[in-house]
């Protein structure tokens, strides 16, 4: 093959990809629009589920699965970042303790959610004495992302180069400020992105919650209540709950839009931190 | 009460700060199939005792019986008989769940027997045809290993669990109806209330007599159809206090409308 | 790669308190992979001491006759896995390679809060679609279990390959193209072989959640305990099993099941060993 075709070919295989992916999206949020859309009003993002969620609304279901996303990002950012760091930038390549703690990260990223729900059951709710609840959910979810969040903040803070940080050291600057002021700005997209994949991976999480934040739809007060999350409220109107098909696709497709906003709130957020850090720096 | 205090100071302080005060709340745990009626039933007792809370969550019958031996929880709810191994445990029947078969709705068939039914899921049939249906392969839908609806069935139609052959092994009633309604060969076996419930909602999928007897929750009731499982509430122990009440509202006659509207049969009472 | 690291021999004391901090972080996040590992240890224990292995991988699973043979839901798990994972990783990579070379900056726009989307779709809903769209046309079979589930894992896949490609940087772009290189010439021969470790972690994760998927694939797969004999079949995966059985069982069934979580832990874990192998060969091979 000459080189012109093999850049055509490569070209068209890099669109039709793209434009297989788009149409697949498109139909699939479509497809859940025309199911939920109908069944969406006022009253299901203000009111209590009546009628085993086939009537009402979810209000108390999306404050239960925001709390239960805080309290998870709460604990995942700080454990995953700081673990990324540690695996990045503080131990040497070839400890045998640096290898081990990635892979056994690795490792955690493959077990499946319903194992971290009756973990989660086992030791947050039972051992801890948290019992079904916000906290216990939250945490679950927290052990859940932790591979995903922590190795891809790793990989975001290795791909500032080696020259940023020869550049940083011949400026006297200590680890710290370097870390502060160089590394994290310059990951900080990625850092962004592996957050937001994080949090998209925990909201659309059920099986983990069904045993640890539990079933109860009522608003919670406070983080030791128990609280439904919206992916097992869809679960539960999909699968366990006869005609909670249209109520299952709304919820579905709220959570979808709410998600939205995070993500973009997250993105904005994340480039004025950028725009800040870098004047600061 | 100077007594009780420290008592009670004891237990919050043993169970952790997380539970308040035991008096006022309630947890239950166990079936799924039970979760959404006993949610239904607990919304109604507290708008009846305000400052009670009860807690139902969902996670299976075996979860039920668990927690209620270990305490965690104050009742289980389990969708079964008791087991010859849980005679430590006291049943409380709320409602009833027929157990129907079910087909696509564009297959002619309309009455099965239970010799047939055994024949179906054990593969001596495998074509519609053979039953007098228009041809076309039979797509076995079959319950996953340990729900009380495969033992319930396995046991009216005598057959050990692997006799049977299965195309599609499902899990939640929902997931077997959508299974039929997307396989015009397909039979399966699901919840009569959920059949009645989404047939009238438009998805193609038939309830079929089974030896005579016409599907439905009427027939039930009566005790005429053969194929039935009890919804209960399971207790360590005679219940006492709020657990007692809670139980006596479930079994009253405002939580037999409940059962109704929720697709199952009320308990007889 | 080798860089300064942030723990020099005598450290300024703001220095030891952020080594002490990461290390701290570090050790609650590796102490969690432990607890959750004892955690599957100490629920299988029981069934591990008193039933020997071949019975535990024979190919017949009857819980309530004991016998708890997880082999064909092992190469069920496997099949579904590598089917999913061969499918969405040339499109994860044309898709990323399609972001930073070919799209216009709004359609990578739109694209990437798409796929950001879709990796926050609850898997339910992919099984819901997949169960009342696709299974009417195909079945409940394995090829509906890989078509649903590859694209479930693409965005993960494709997210993080495209921020793989991102962080080779704009010196070797710039670089291939002074050089002359057609821009498709450029990503294919610089940047993806310069991000070729970042594309196999982007690969390993999206395996591991495929590996780890329950809802969506328990609605699609059929679910029967047999042998993957064609693309037709149905196969039960061990998180379908784990998902289907878990609520209801007791006992040495209910350890069997924790044991299908332990060899998905293990499976995983091979996943890992593999993984550091081909970016080990792959660091000689530019060595």
Known sequence: ?281 | MTRLLPCLLLVALSLGCSRPDPDLRLILTGSSTVAPLATEIAHHFESENPGIRVDVQSGGSSRGVADTRRGLADIGMISRDLLPEETDLIAHVIARDGIGVIVHADNPIQRLSSTQLRAIYTRAVTDWAELGGAPGRITVVNKAAGRATLAVFLEHLQLRPDEVSADVVIGENEHGIKTVAGDPGAIGYVSIGAAEHDRGLGIPVRLVELDGVTASRTAVATGRYPMSRPLCLVTHGPPAGLARRFIDHARSESAHELAATQSFVPASS | MSWPRLSPSSPPARDRILGLTARATGLLGVSAVVLVGLFLLKETGSLLGRVPLEALFGSEWQPSLGRYGLAPILVGSVTVTLGSVLLATPLGVLLAVFLQFHAPPSVATVLLRGLELLAGVPSVVFGFLGLTSLAPLLGQTLLTGVLVLGLMILPTLALLAHSGLASVGSGPRLAAAALGLSVPAIAWRVIVPAARRTLTTAVLLATGRALGETMAVLMVTGNVIDWPRSLTAPVRTLTAHVALEMSYAEGDHRAALFLSGLVLFLLAGALVVLGARLGRAGATARG
Not at chain 1, 144 to 167: I, K, T
């Open chain 1, 1 to 281: 093959m000459d080189d012109s075709l093999r850049d055509r070919v490569a070209t068209a295989a890099a669109w039709a990809a793209a434009v297989l992916v788009g149409l697949v999206l498109t139909w699939l949020l479509f497809d859940l629009a025309r199911r939920g859309l109908p069944a969406w009003s006022l009253e299901l993002v203000v009111a209590s589920p009546r009628d085993a969620g086939r009537a009402g609304g979810i209000a108390p279901i999306l404050v239960s699965t925001a709390l239960i996303l805080l309290t998870c990002l709460a604990a995942v950012v700080p454990v995953g970042l700081g673990t990324a760091v540690l695996l990045s930038e503080v131990l040497s390549e070839d400890r045998l303790i640096t290898r081990v703690s990635r892979r056994s990260l690795d490792l955690l990223a493959g077990v499946p959610s319903i194992v971290f729900g009756l973990f989660g059951n086992a030791f947050f709710c039972v051992a801890l004495g948290l019992g079904f609840s916000i906290l216990s959910g939250g945490l679950t979810l927290a052990v859940m992302v932790l591979p995903l969040f922590a190795r891809a903040s790793e990989e975001a803070l290795r791909s500032v180069g080696r020259r940023d940080r020869l550049a940083a050291a011949a400026l006297g600057l200590s680890r710290t400020r370097t870390l502060w002021s160089v590394l994290l700005p310059r990951a900080l997209p990625a850092l962004i992105a592996a957050l937001v994949l994080s949090l998209g991976r925990a909201a659309a999480e059920t099986a983990a919650l069904v045993f640890t934040s539990g079933y109860v739809a009522r608003m919670p007060s406070s983080l030791f209540d128990s609280g439904r999350a919206l992916s097992v409220h869809v679960l539960d109107l999909a699968l366990n709950v006869p005609g909670g098909d249209a109520r299952a696709a709304a919820s579905a497709l709220l959570l979808l839009v709410v998600l939205l906003m995070i993500n973009s709130g997250a993105l904005a957020l994340g480039s004025r931190l950028q725009r800040r850090l870098v004047a600061t720096a």
